[in-house]
């Protein structure tokens, strides 16, 4: 499966009602699932974002789907950037080479 990492924002919806976002997270794990994905780790963070996820789909289309169905409830924007795993860069610059 791919791996995607994402970098969430709470909309004012979703800070308005941050006391919710543990159970949010556990809905989207869910909601990953209905993809066929995964939401495999999930952090609050300092900074810029307020969230950054690791999720794993089947193709960038499950993975643009799920982004969309999750940030369509308005709690939160995403920005998701497929991410690649050694394996994965070795036959990337294999081609290129």
Known sequence: MATYVSLISFTDQG?????????RAA???QLAGKFGGSLK???WTLGAYDIV???EAP????ATAFALALS???NVRTTTMRAFDAGEMK???????
């Open 41 to 43: 780790e999930i952090y």
């Open 59 to 62: 193709d960038d289309e499950s």
């Open 15 to 23: 800070i308005r009602t941050f006391t919710d976002t543990l159970d």
């Open 53 to 55: 996820a690791i999720s």
């Open 72 to 74: 369509s409830q308005g």
């Open 91 to 97: 036959g990337i610059i294999a081609k290129a080479g």
């Open 27 to 29: 809905a989207g794990k």
